[in-house]
Nanobody
């Protein structure tokens, strides 16, 4: 069993920055791939970014490429999402998720554990 707790969300103006954190417990953190997803009201949960077990491979949705950076610290059991140049369309509930399989996945269906989410609101 893995427990994930997100933090760092909030209200920010257009062009601003936020750093989300996701603390994991319950299993060896370095054994799973970590992803960030987001869901706006009335919409599906969308892939944002993923990082492999070692942190050496990262992949992003086109909508955030060049603005967001995913990273992980296996010694601290934490994954981060640094968000900059925020836009109103980035407003959503952001979730981190853990995937115990070998591959790097972008579909939420591939992930085994989820946090409760942290709200990000970008005001114009």
């Amino acid at each position: 069993q893995v427990q994930l707790v997100e933090s760092g969300g909030g209200l920010v103006q257009v062009g601003g920055s936020l750093r989300l954190s996701c603390a994991a417990s319950g299993r060896t953190f370095s054994s799973y791939v970590m992803g960030w997803f987001r869901q706006a009201p009335g919409k599906e949960r969308d892939f944002v970014a993923v990082v492999n077990r070692s942190g050496g491979f990262r992949y992003y949705a086109d909508s955030v490429k060049g603005r967001f950076i995913i990273s992980r610290d296996n010694a601290k059991n934490t994954v981060y999402l640094q968000m900059s140049s925020l836009k109103p369309e980035d407003t959503a509930l952001y979730y981190c998720a853990a995937d115990l399989s070998v591959g790097v996945a972008t579909s939420p269906m591939e992930y085994d554990y989820w946090g409760q989410g942290t709200q990000v609101t970008v005001s114009s």
